[in-house]
């Protein structure tokens, strides 16, 4: 519904709302104060929107002894109260006021359905044991026994959201394809057949099978969202597409869908909280291209504020942690650890949403780790992180932590060990969950500990062999080119440095200029520039340094990477006056 249409909505349940007060009709005057929540809901007017409910409408349903309408206000208060991130009230609400009715009412249905909005919530707070108990108990056999075909398909992709949150590809995409979608073809329910292949692109995106994951959002998907005229659905299924263009390195075109496509969408149609979305998706964009300055001015101007005025202190909390990676990523690493420790975290901890914190956790061990703190980083990781993900029973998230522990053992020179995880605990895990990206991705991290360890004829194997060709098959084209930048380093250690060179400027830098990637062509150009040196030839590479890398650091506000090239320019004029003085 649009923001015209959301307007004549309200003006029109303010109309009946004049009506049933002028006959003294509470019925009336309940139905016309449902409708303007809903309206404010849509719109993301939450505070209203709750304030209607528990104030005008409850004390109603109270008054005249309608238990089924007051459990269902109820409910809704719940779900706004979801919404805003108070998941203990929510669930209490749901738990104690509304379950109770439905079970003295001997309503099956209305039971199951709030059971799942429990699941919903365990879900969130990642707790996904008790979600997927709710679902495999208590929904399925309800919806079976009341033959409800189309309920019992909801919940069956519901289950396959919890695998597919753990890490169990091959488990979700099994339900989806065998369960889900022939019952949505059975009944001839196109919009939720789409909703489904959406899922399935979702899943190949997870495991890096991004072709297919594209082949089924735009052929699939799109044109259904258009011919049933589903403007929301039309831009949401856009936003991810341009996720996947994001993971294939297309920045430009990704950044171009979400400006273009889909945020005039969210405001055309009033939807603010889904224009807040759009705006920190593109941030992510940002970000990635290196455009820090803008990234940052994005979530502080326009994001935070929207989340603060909704009262969403899960999405403000969220978005506080972009900031934080944003400020990570230009080296501002107190103040990312700040945001990460003071801001962020008190927030999943208030409102238990254990897979967030546990999240963040990492993050928070990652900037330690940049800062030198290895012990405290690994402690984190290990007594923290790592226990979190095994009470989730998250075994992608652990494989995650266990390969961020192996680059501190390697950090700390424990590289033995380090290599050992990857090999023995974290590699099985992506093998056995199809996860054909973060396998290639493990496998570069083994590659770059042979490269430290000086076994550059095994990195380069490694690199050539087994991860390039995925990246290939995938049609990842910016981690391919990262790969290859990655073998031209190794070259450059052997002494092979034309051909490292050649790598460097025909094969890499002339991706991210395709792909509109400011800051890896900069961090190319670092490099190339460094083989210059590395062949005595210091005037070109000052010249890079000067000319070609500083600049878009300096423009990019990435305060870390600009000190390293200072550094470097630094010891480029200590070489080459040394190399003038042995000269003469």
Known sequence: MNAGLLDIALGSARELQVLARSQRTESFDTKAFAIIADVLYARGELDEALRIRQEEMLPVFERLGDARSQAMTLTKVADILEDRGELDDALHILRDEVLP?????????????????????????????????????????????????????????????????????????????????????????????????????????ARGELDEALRIRREDVLPV??????????????????????????????????????????????????????????????????????????????????????GDVRSRAMTLGQVADILQARGSLDEALRIHLEEELPVYERLGDVHSRAMTLLQVADILHAQGELDEALRILQSEVLPANERLGDVRSRAVTLGHVADILNARGEVNEALRILQEEVLPIFERLGDVRSLALTLEQTAGIFAARGQFDEALRIRREEVLPVF?????????????????????????????????????LPIFERLGDVNSRAVTLDMVADVFSARGEFDEALRIHREDVLPVFERLGDVRSRATSLRKVTAILDARGNYTGGQG
């Open 472 to 508: 290939t098959r995938l049609g990842d084209v910016r981690s391919w080119a990262m790969t290859r930048g990655k073998v031209a380093s190794v070259l450059q250690a052997q002494g092979q440095l034309d051909e490292a060179l050649r790598i460097l400027r025909d094969e890499v």
């Open 101 to 205: 009715v439905f079970e003295r009412l001997g309503d099956l249905r209305s039971r199951a359905m709030t059971l799942g909005k429990m699941a919903d919530i365990f879900q969130g707070r990642g707790n996904l044991d008790e979600a997927l108990r709710i679902r495999l108990e208590e929904e399925l056999p309800v919806y079976e026994k009341l033959g409800d075909l189309h309920s019992r398909a909801v919940t069956q992709g519901q289950v396959a959201d919890i695998f597919q949150t753990r890490g169990m590809l091959d488990k979700a995409l099994c339900i989806r394809q065998e369960e889900e979608l022939p019952a949505y073809e059975r009944l001839g329910d196109v919009r939720s057949r789409a909703v489904a292949l959406g899922k399935v692109a979702d899943i190949l995106l």
């Open 225 to 310: 969202f258009e011919r049933l005229g589903d403007v929301r659905s039309r831009a949401v299924a856009l936003g991810r597409v341009a996720d996947i263009l994001l993971a294939r390195g297309e920045l430009d075109e990704a950044l171009r869908i979400r400006r273009e496509d889909v945020l005039p969408v969210f405001e055309r149609l009033g939807d603010v909280r889904s224009r807040a979305v759009a705006l920190g998706k593109m941030a992510d964009i940002l970000l990635s291209q290196g455009e820090l300055d803008e990234a940052l001015r994005l979530l502080q101007e326009e994001v935070l504020p929207v989340n603060e005025r909704l």
